[in-house]
């Protein structure tokens, strides 16, 4: 497979090679139906076998008790953040917010918009967004306390989850979900945009416990309730069902030959400690998020100057290494490496990383 790179986009990002591969075989007769399964009902005991082997896995691989539900939604993320609001106020209490970037910010003016009461109560903005404020101030009178959980544009992640008593949490995983293991029982709803670390783009994974599903309002619009997608198990319309499917094998991949979110977790820890190790080794690169809030999934740097990231990136990719650049909005580099990314491609990166200094330092 030499014409494959190693691919650190951040999403729509790296899938595992097998499960590119099992799709390549299935796509035109899919279990003996003589249909892709793209092709078929999504009402199909086809596509019930795989939305539910699908709900199955989330559940096991996450460790989620019957108190958590499983939907597949469309929107993105993005959609959420206007969802959560929308569906999980509770009458006039607050809705608690952390700012420590982009997509927390977004999240916070999509609340905003609706009229809500929104409190920002911790934020990183003094220090552009470069760590995780240490101390989250938990009020167990708001309606939720809404965190993200790994800032796929700095570089960040949450080490350590608050830990409310009654609050319920509430975090965006869109690029850290399915990257190690954590204690589900404080959280009302997960989401997660599946092209980041869980699948392709398409799909969206919301969890959530079924004690939040009381909070619905009766009068929003059917499509924007949380409820509808609960009692109808994902299909009250017609999901997106090749992206569940392609998710769906990710998981299998993650369970049967990744050895679960255990296993999964002792690689991204090591793929993280070794380009950390070396950006903390050296003084050409200067990695911009501060150590104790760095990111496992998302590893932001800059080089001396902007015509040198240049010349990195095009050299890289001359190299088989893609999807370098950092995000728009931040300039700079950044590797995301997801749970589809091999140790050999981080390695390979420090590599050039190494060669690219000594040439140009
Ligand atoms: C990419 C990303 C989003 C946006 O996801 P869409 O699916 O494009 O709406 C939101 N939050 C985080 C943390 C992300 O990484």
Redesign the pocket.
């Known amino acids: 497979m030499s014409y494959r790179i190693f691919n650190f986009n951040?999403?729509p990002a790296m899938l595992p090679l097998s499960v590119l591969k099992q799709v390549q075989e299935e796509l035109l007769d899919y279990k003996g139906s003589g249909m892709s399964i793209m092709e078929v009902s999504h009402r199909s005991k086809w596509f019930e076998d795989v939305l539910q082997d699908a709900i199955a896995r989330t559940k096991r691989l996450l460790g989620l008790d019957d108190r958590f539900r499983v939907l597949f939604m469309q929107?993105?993320?993005?959609?959420q953040?206007c969802l959560v609001p929308m569906n999980l106020a509770l009458g006039d209490k607050p809705l608690d917010y952390v700012d420590t970037g982009t997509?927390s910010t977004?999240a916070i003016k999509e609340a905003k918009i609706q009229g809500k009461k929104v409190r920002v109560v911790a934020s990183s903005e003094d220090r552009e967004y470069t760590y995780i404020p240490e101390s989250i101030p938990i009020d167990e009178d708001a309606a939720f306390l809404h965190i993200?959980?790994?800032?796929?544009?700095r570089g960040t992640q949450f080490r350590e989850f608050p830990r409310p008593k009654k609050v319920p949490l509430i975090s965006?995983?869109?690029?850290d979900i399915f990257s190690r293991r954590f204690d589900p029982a404080p959280f009302g709803l997960i989401y997660a945009?599946a092209?980041?670390n869980a699948g392709p783009?398409g799909v969206?994974l919301v969890i959530v416990r079924e004690d939040m599903l009381e909070r619905v309002p009766a009068g929003l619009p059917t499509m924007l309730k949380y409820t509808t997608y609960a009692e109808k198990n994902s299909l009250y319309n017609t999901p997106p069902s090749f992206a569940i499917y392609v998710t769906g094998l990710v998981l299998r991949w993650l369970e049967e030959e990744m050895g679960g979110l255990e296993h999964m977790e002792k690689t991204n820890r090591e793929k993280a400690e070794l380009i950390y190790g070396y950006l903390d080794s050296q003084d050409f690169y200067r990695g911009t998020a501060e150590p104790a809030s760095r990111s496992w999934m998302n590893v932001t740097f800059r080089l001396p100057s902007e015509e040198l990231e240049k010349a990195f990136l095009e050299q890289a990719q001359q190299n088989g290494l893609g999807g370098l650049k950092g995000h728009r909005s931040v300039g700079g580099c950044r590797a995301s490496i997801y749970n589809a990314m091999p140790i050999e491609g981080v390695q390979a990166l420090i590599e050039f990383m190494k060669d690219f200094a000594s040439k140009n330092g």
């Open positions: 951040p999403g929107g993105g993320a993005s959609m953040f997509w977004k993200t959980s790994n800032n796929t544009i965006d995983m869109s690029s945009g092209q980041k783009a969206t």
